[in-house]
């Protein structure tokens, strides 16, 4: 049976008055796959932050591979973080970059790699999210749904451990959420990630997610699998997946 | 409700200000961890330089101009017209071509930088080189910083040949007077008390404009307005730190080099 990767025990997180996570216990185990629902303003981005060293929590531990990562220095942290590959909601590529520069980027700062064998890694990655073509595009000529994939490709280009996703389907169209969605599943199983994905996408839950948490107010309303969840009697539960919600946001 | 306002808005000055030294005492402890970055630090040197390589210039010919022409008639007032060579250089080695580059420069450059790091912070780049494994600071900040540093006085001493040839012009226009006679009073005036603090202090200048724009950029709130907001805060801060600077560097250069 495989372990726990990542251990989240009672966390807080407030800004100013504001309560954002008010005591988040969660655990993921090995190539599992796990998707956070809720609302906007839930508090989801604000936990994926804490699990990187982003944001630090007010109370609460979080541990990833056994390290508990609130309180190691940052030379450790650091080198946690290479075993760990972030999407970003908009993506992050480097603007001044080309593509080709963006993916080499964390292979040339952070691992003692020969030009030819970074090359052969920017290559492989981009024709996994298939964007070979776009080797040499800057980022401003790319589409929302291309600069998605380059970002995939530049997150997993190290083979990490653990995949983080901040709303990756957010912005784009049913058929390009569907493609990113696929993508996602297939890259983590052809290279045996584990996964947390935060979004309020039900399309691309149903397609990555192998277990599903609701965070609402800051505290976790459910968790279990997909099924389960869009079978509850729950009101709020209910109303997040009706069909006026699904059209709202799906169309 | 006006003095309240007002108070606010020292408070919040003096507040930038805490925040600026705290971020220029993070710059020293990383400036000179390894990795050094040179290759960083050259490109942001070139497209410095190049961006602001037409503005300096123009400027240069228009400070040695305009200084003789209005000097010359209060000069010929007081029967010294042949000091005018003396009194431009002077003024252009010590004072102007210094602040005037700087200011220019602050004006160019830093709202560059704070716009270019703002939105780097808007958009989640800085975040995505901090989980990258990859300090953004010394990757984004202590480049621009030297480059800045490093750069200015270079333009300074670019724009201070420009401004005394464009002083001869002028001279010339004016009094007809001759290149050997003009550029002998030109040598015979410039000492190296007249050079260092003047290039002395585009070294503080430049790096201010550095620091202040990657500060002002580095911490910009979220959304668009917090870029724009970077942006043009960069210059007034920057502006206002190299004239209360020149201040006290004066002060300081009179004391170590008085004028005879």
Redesign the interface.
């Known amino acids: 049976m495989a372990g726990k990767l990542v251990e989240v025990k009672d966390v807080y997180k407030s800004f100013g008055e504001q309560s954002v996570l008010a005591g988040v216990s969660l655990e993921v185990n090995e190539t599992q796959n796990l998707v956070i629902f809720g609302k906007s303003g839930t508090g989801k981005s604000v936990l994926l932050?804490c699990m990187?060293?982003?944001l630090t929590p007010d109370k609460g531990t979080i541990s990833i591979n056994g390290i508990d990562v609130l309180n190691i220095p940052l030379k450790e942290m650091?080198?946690l973080?290479?075993n760990?590959g972030?999407l970003?909601?908009?993506a992050?590529?480097?603007?001044s970059m080309s593509v080709r520069e963006n993916l080499a980027?964390?292979l040339i700062?952070?691992f003692n790699f020969t030009q030819k064998e970074v090359t052969q890694k920017v290559e492989r990655a981009l024709d996994m999210v298939s964007l070979s073509h776009a080797i040499d595009k800057m980022p401003s000529e790319l589409s929302g749904g291309m600069r998605k994939r380059v970002g995939l490709a530049r997150s997993i280009i190290t083979e990490p451990m653990l995949m983080l996703y901040d709303e990756p389907t957010t912005g784009l169209d049913p058929i390009t959420t569907k493609e990113i969605s696929k993508l996602i599943r297939d890259l983590q199983q052809e290279l045996k990630m584990t996964s947390i994905a935060v979004t309020h996408d039900l399309i691309c839950a149903q397609i990555i997610a192998d277990r599903v948490i609701v965070l609402n107010d800051g505290i976790i309303l459910f968790e279990g699998d997909l099924a389960t969840l869009t079978s509850l009697d729950d009101p709020f539960l209910k109303n997040f997946f009706s069909p006026e919600y699904l059209e709202d946001n799906y169309g | 409700m006006t003095s309240d306002s007002t108070f606010e808005q020292i408070r919040k000055f003096f507040n930038i200000i805490g925040a600026l030294s705290l971020f220029t005492h993070r710059f020293f402890m990383n400036v000179l961890k390894p990795p050094y970055e040179i290759k960083e630090i050259s490109k942001h040197m070139y497209e410095l330089g190049v961006k602001t390589f037409p503005i300096v210039s123009v400027t240069g010919v228009i400070i040695g101009v305009v200084l003789t022409l209005q000097s010359l008639p209060i000069m010929i007032k007081f029967g010294a017209e042949a000091f005018l060579p003396y009194m431009v250089t002077l003024s252009v080695i010590r004072e102007l071509g210094p602040v005037l580059t700087a200011l220019i420069f602050a004006g160019r450059v830093s709202s560059g930088i704070g716009a270019e790091l703002g939105s780097m912070r808007v958009t989640e780049q800085i975040d995505a080189m901090e989980v990258s494994a990859i300090d953004p600071f010394r990757f984004l900040v202590v480049t621009r910083v030297i480059a800045t540093t490093m750069i200015l006085p270079l333009l300074t001493v670019y724009v201070d040949f420009l401004a005394i040839g464009g002083g001869f012009f002028a001279s010339y226009i004016s009094m007809n007077t001759t290149y050997d006679l003009y550029m002998s009073q030109v040598v015979e005036v410039v000492k190296f008390g007249d050079i260092i603090p003047g290039i002395g202090k585009t070294i503080v200048f430049g790096f201010i404009v550095g620091i202040t724009g990657s500060f002002l950029g580095y911490t910009a709130d979220k959304g668009t307005e917090g870029v724009g907001k970077a942006s043009t805060t960069s210059v007034v801060y920057s502006s206002l730190l190299i004239l209360i600077f020149d201040m006290i560097l004066v002060q300081v250069a009179l004391w170590l080099w008085p004028v005879n």
């Open positions: 932050k990187v060293g982003l650091n080198e973080r290479k760990i972030f970003f909601q908009g992050a590529l480097y603007d980027f964390p700062r952070n």
